[in-house]
């Protein structure tokens, strides 16, 4: 079992890290009966493990017992239906599921599901209970159009089940679903958070840490507690005992990018444009989200950026940015972005050098 | 029986008396196909080789008057090759071509194109090349002794109206050859269907008539009637129309059927195929056309290819009919209808004979300013649309995207720039385009406008000066906005599709007009390969890869307690799996080998992903 899994906190009393939102969840839950809940926060903060350690202070272990499978769900719209297929995680107590995996047909999964669940309604013998939980990851990433049907469906059936939704934004979710949901706030860790929890699972490893060994880690993770855990452990299977500079590896697509970065700093030509427009391809075939692949190629400029520059390179990135989310094909807006970028640097290039 | 009236009416529709016509004989058309020489007679005046009987006896009674002028009708040349059609005695004449239409009725308004059937080499608009091809061939089968060629098949492909029946009935004409026609019969009407149902005939469709057809030629060849003449005479066999095929199952019967007619047949046969344009090369039925036209060769058969014909061959025959008919036509106009017809000669001709139609109808006077406005017109002749009749201009795609890339502009007519009452910035000058404007050229084209873009995305940076970066970030911004334009109505409820197209014919132009903007140092024009989108092929492997992440997820490869998100998967779980390697076995040990490096796998996935579906990709350029 990777480390990310074998330390996550298993209760609300274990949680390290947002241990004062741990301990409200906790009361709200034993003391009153628990309301929708939106979880947001940036990737790695802990969301899921704070939505895993409640399912279980609600209904104790069981909740704990999950399977994996993939339901087929006939969804009759109309005048004709719709087969879709969605991995769904279930307990006897909630489902978990990435509706935003069913793309345009997103809205019929969210109606669909919601109508199955409170058809099996699990009847508890001390009649408390009565109710389901629905985990939705994503819940940014749903169409309007699935998000209207899930704030309909959500008053419908809100005596048999609860939803707590997951996702990173909440600004994209409409505002009639924050509204009937009790909003949490996952912070991002602070650095310092994470050397406390990495220095406790190298206590627990048996592991001697160098000093500051664990801040490196931190500092390299962009406060993503997922991620120091995993580069923590590839560290560990890399090199052990570990020494003062050994190297933090970034990700490979990581290095990819700072790569194309060179590549564009190097030349500023049509020519070149092509050659990293295969490489941005590259990229986006493994998924990576083309965000990110904006977001890091502009971390990675600025770096070697002369520091008159970035106010307006920062301009642009953001601008593109924003029409990649309007847009449909995200290439476009990142080579726009690149082509800009290359004609601002060689017209400051000439300015300075001549 | 009330029932039959429909199929007279479709049949012939110039027929008065029809009631008492019996269509029953129209059942099994093909049976007639092939026939006793005797009917000859009947037929001999016909104009038009396959004609009902009711309209022979019409034309004949058109075609004695017509005899009283300066030319007598082709059809009257009582060749030989005009009997291709022999019709059998007991079912009355054949009824089985109807590619006669109105207008026997007045010998003037006869169809200029039966009149002015070519029926000497001297007057095939065809290339004489091609034509000496097919006669070699012809003279080579039939003068010298039969088993001295395997091969006894010739294929000849083209658009229509290039000539491709006209060439071999002339030259069958030519060297006196009787020819034997298969013509893909009239189609069954659902109640004459019922009709022979009811009747107990079995129903046969039209492929198994051909097979039938094919297969009596193969085993027994042509069985002359020894009492005729024509004994001596040598045989052509003529397929003229394959039958239409749909699905896998009837095209592997045909291409089996005309294997072994390749392989077999022991009298020259000639198979006519059509080449429809580029434009329906997406349907399934052309691709197998083309299928099928290979195997022939492979077969054996010998293949010659009709291109359209030249501009001035159908000047040259449109004059020849002008001079013949005494029509006031300028040379120009002639011109006119030989540029749009396309070098389609049947069309062309129609063309004319209405052209022609139109200037009667007008009183000189007018008539002047009329050809005054012609003449006009031809200056403007890329517009397409300019003439009263000839067809639309058509571009491909390729042609299209190539005008726009490559950017042409007028670099002499520099003074009518200043005519332009808005005066705009240097910068934003651009000389003019030696062009139309490009939503005409995307109207021909066809051009879709999400298409459009990908291609322009994939292949404007060729276009574009080495050190033009400036050019190159306006072009990108330009086709941002387009994508940006094109999403802007998904995932509106109700689907407005009027204002859909717009936005769509809208955004088509910005990309266009964009490309074209931004480009202000076009390269001087080179030969370039327009690329088809790569973007495409990502796409379908990024489909792919996430799908295949859903799977694996399932699999709780990454996670035994919850689903994480695609996005995180590949962004930290893979690279780090990839990194505990070792590890990774434990986890999800059918996938080890391709978590291994992963850029690098990632190329090899790509490349062999794109092996399978190469044979679509292909095609898909192919029909924009």
Not at chain 1, 43 to 62: N, V, Y
Not at chain 1, 101 to 118: L, N, P
Not at chain 2, 121 to 134: N, R
Request: hydrophobic share 35%.
């Amino acid at each position: 079992m990777l480390w990310v899994d074998k330390y996550r906190p298993k209760t609300l009393d274990k949680v390290l890290v947002h241990d004062d939102v741990a301990q409200n969840l906790k009361k709200l839950v034993t003391e009153q009966d628990c309301p929708h809940l939106l979880f947001y926060g940036p990737p790695g903060s802990g969301k899921k493990t704070l939505i895993m350690a409640l399912l279980r202070q609600m209904f104790g272990p069981g909740a704990e017992k999950v399977k994996v499978e993939n339901k087929n769900w006939k969804v009759d719209a109309g005048s004709r239906t719709i087969e879709l297929e969605l991995t769904t995680l279930s307990s006897t107590h909630h489902v978990e599921l990435n509706p935003s995996d069913a793309g345009f047909q997103d809205r019929y999964i969210v109606q669909e599901i919601i109508k199955e669940m409170a058809k099996n309604r699990p009847i508890d013998t001390k009649g408390k209970k009565g109710f389901k939980v629905l985990v939705l990851n994503e819940v940014d990433k749903l169409s309007r159009e699935a998000q209207h049907s899930l704030r309909r469906t959500m008053e419908k059936y809100s005596a048999s089940c609860r939803l707590i939704l997951c996702c990173n934004s909440s600004s994209k979710v409409t505002e009639a679903v924050r509204s009937r949901c009790l909003n949490m706030r996952i912070n991002a860790p602070k650095e310092d958070q994470i050397v406390k929890v990495l220095e406790f699972i190298g206590k627990k490893e048996g592991l001697q840490l160098p000093p500051g060994f664990a801040a490196r880690i931190a500092e390299k993770s962009g406060r993503s507690l997922r991620r120091a855990i995993l580069s923590f452990e590839t560290c560990r299977v890399q090199q052990y005992p570990f020494t003062n500079n050994q190297v933090i590896s970034p990700m490979d697509w990581e290095e990819y990018i700072s790569e194309i970065a060179s590549d564009i700093m190097k030349e500023q030509s049509p020519k070149r444009l092509f050659q990293v427009r295969g490489k941005l391809y590259e990229l986006l075939v493994n998924c990576i989200p083309p965000e990110v692949v904006l977001k890091r190629l502009l971390y990675e400029l600025l770096k070697k950026l002369d520091s008159e520059l970035k106010h307006e390179v920062c301009h642009w990135a953001a601008y593109y940015e924003h029409r990649m989310r309007l847009g449909q094909k995200a290439i476009f807006h990142i080579e726009a972005f690149v082509a800009k970028f290359m004609s601002i640097y060689k017209g400051f290039l000439i300015a300075t050098f001549g | 029986m009330g029932k039959r009236t429909a199929i007279v009416l479709s049949s012939d529709d110039d027929d008065d008396n029809d009631n008492d016509f019996d269509f029953d004989f129209s059942v099994k058309p093909d049976l007639n196909r092939f026939n006793n020489p005797k009917s000859k007679s009947k037929s001999k005046s016909a104009s038009v080789p396959r004609s009902n009987p009711k309209r022979s006896k019409k034309t004949r009674i058109s075609s004695s008057s017509s005899n009283s002028r300066s030319r007598s009708h082709p059809g009257k040349n009582v060749n030989p090759f005009d009997e291709m059609k022999l019709f059998c005695e007991d079912f009355g004449e054949g009824f089985s071509g109807f590619k006669v239409s109105a207008g026997y009725r007045r010998d003037n308004k006869e169809l200029w194109l039966d009149k002015y059937k070519p029926c000497s080499l001297v007057e095939l608009a065809v290339h004489k090349k091609k034509v000496e091809e097919v006669k070699v061939w012809f003279e080579e089968r039939i003068c010298i002794t039969k088993d001295e060629y395997c091969n006894h098949v010739l294929l000849i492909t083209g658009q229509p109206g290039v000539g491709k029946s006209a060439t071999v009935h002339t030259i069958a004409s030519h060297l006196g050859a009787i020819i034997y026609e298969w013509n893909t019969p009239t189609p069954t009407i659902w109640q004459e269907h019922i009709h022979t149902t009811n009747a107990g005939l079995r129903y046969l469709s039209k492929l198994d008539e051909f097979e039938n057809f094919v297969e009596r030629i193969r085993k027994y060849g042509l069985i002359p009637s020894s009492l005729t003449e024509e004994v001596r005479k040598p045989f052509i066999v003529l397929i003229d129309d394959l039958p239409v095929i749909n699905g896998k199952l009837s095209y592997g019967r045909l291409q089996r059927c005309l294997d072994l007619l390749v392989q077999s047949v022991r009298i020259p046969t000639v198979i006519l195929m059509t080449d429809y344009g580029r434009s329906d090369a997406a349907d399934y039925a052309s691709k197998c056309w083309e299928e099928l036209q290979t195997s022939l060769q492979k077969a054996g058969a010998c293949k010659v290819a009709f291109n359209p014909i030249t501009g001035n061959s159908i000047v040259k025959t449109l004059s020849r009919i002008c001079r013949e008919e005494k029509l006031k036509i300028t040379a120009d106009q002639i011109d006119v209808i030989a540029k749009t017809s396309g070098g389609d000669i049947r069309h062309a001709i129609t063309s004319l004979q209405y052209f022609n139609l139109k200037s009667d109808l007008k009183p000189i006077s007018k008539d002047a300013t009329y050809s005054g406005k012609v003449s006009h017109k031809i200056d403007h002749l890329d517009d397409g649309y300019s003439l009263p009749f000839g067809r639309d201009e058509t571009l491909s795609l390729f042609h299209a995207l190539g005008k726009f890339l490559h950017n042409k502009r007028d670099t002499e007519n520099l003074p009518s720039c200043d005519m332009d009452s808005v005066f705009l910035k240097e910068d934003f000058t651009r000389l003019p385009m030696k062009m139309d404007t490009p939503e005409r050229v995307l109207g021909q084209a066809h051009g879709q406008a999400r298409p459009i873009a990908d291609f322009l995305q994939e292949n404007v940076l060729d276009f574009l000066h080495e050190e033009a970066m400036d050019d190159a970030w306006v072009v990108a911004s330009y086709l941002s906005d387009a994508d940006t334009l094109l999403t802007s109505l998904n995932g509106v409820l109700s689907r407005n599709y009027e204002a859909e197209n717009i936005i769509q014919s809208t955004a088509a132009s910005v990309a266009v007009r964009g490309v074209m903007f931004g480009n202000r140092h076009p390269l001087s024009s080179r030969w370039h390969a327009i690329r088809r989108p790569l973007l495409w092929q990502v796409e379908q492997s990024l489909w792919r890869n996430k799908k295949e992440m859903v799977g694996e997820r399932s699999i709780a490869a990454y996670n035994c307690v919850n689903l994480s998100e695609l996005s995180t998967i590949a962004i930290e779980w893979r690279p780090a799996l990839k990194w505990l390697g070792s590890r990774v076995s434990e986890y999800n040990s059918p996938r080890k080998g391709s978590i291994g490096g992963k850029m690098v796998d990632n190329n090899c996935n790509m490349e062999r992903s794109n092996e399978p579906c190469d044979d679509d990709e292909d095609d898909e350029i192919e029909d924009w």
